[in-house]
């Protein structure tokens, strides 16, 4: 059984890629993310979202794992009605039976509801806003595209994040442009922001720590699963007959 694994860092890719898993890093774009996960869905038994993401739950911390579906009603940050656009439902009953795998399998992950953005969710505003909109305990930018893709293709789909940033700690600007299209980092970008602004470094310093919390938190996560067997996780209970 294969699962087609959607993130958006060439690094995260690197953490999560091993036999079994199908990656794809959308670098950021949305358009490019979903026309390569269509590419790639041929013969996929189940479909996931898996890298860092920004807490909009208080309680969350830096290095957190969680796990959860997506937040059905919010889909690119804006109000859908579920089950009236195509492809925008995630309401398969087996989305709940492969979080719930998920969940056992890391116990100390955080459970709930995660919110897809079209854009960085940067501001402190910003997340307390979309977290009481939705009472979703997360935002990434990749997990409403990954599970438009797999409710079109009748697949079960999950989500599983590291955070990156808590919802008390707004990003600064380098870190705003320091990802490439194709996901890899924009060192160059990065380093004209900060000549720019030099008084964001401290935050940039915070930023990158907790950002390696988050890149440690998810290879003990993936390490975790592989040691289950998750590459070769038989998908037939996940899967509705059609």
């Known amino acids: 059984m294969t699962i087609l694994v959607a993130c958006g860092l060439t690094r995260e890719a690197a953490i999560i890629a091993r036999p079994g898993l ?6 950021g774009d949305a358009a490019r993310l979903e026309r390569a996960l269509e590419a790639a869905v041929g013969g996929v038994s189940a479909v996931l979202s898996c890298g860092v993401a920004g807490a909009l739950d208080p309680a969350l ?29 995630t309401s398969l ?16 992950a955080h459970p709930g509801t995660i919110v897809g953005a079209d854009q960085i969710i940067a501001s402190t505003a910003e997340k307390a806003a979309l977290h009481a909109a939705t009472g ?10 990954a599970a438009r893709v797999a409710a079109r293709h009748n697949l079960p789909f999950a989500i599983l994040r590291t955070i990156s940033d808590s919802a008390d700690h707004a990003l600064p600007p380098a870190a705003l442009v320091g990802m490439k299209p194709d996901g890899g980092v924009a060192l160059g970008a990065i380093l004209a922001s900060l000549a ?11 930023t990158g720590r907790e950002a390696g919390a988050a890149f440690s938190a998810l290879r003990r996560a993936l390490g975790a699963l592989e040691a289950l067997g ?8 996940f899967t509705l007959d059609v």
């Open 93 to 108: 009953e087996t989305n709940g039976r492969l979080v719930a795998w998920l969940a056992s399998a890391l116990p100390n």
């Open 136 to 145: 979703a305990i997360a935002v990434d930018m990749e997990s409403h595209i």
């Open 61 to 89: 911390r830096a290095g957190d794992v969680v796990v959860g579906d997506l937040h059905p009603p919010f889909v690119s940050s804006e109000v859908e009605k579920p089950g009236t656009t195509a492809g925008f439902s």
């Open 22 to 27: 199908v990656v794809v890093a959308g670098g």
């Open 230 to 237: 998750i590459g070769g996780l038989d998908l037939r209970e």
């Open 196 to 206: 720019r602004n030099p008084a964001q470094l401290p935050a940039l310093i915070r």
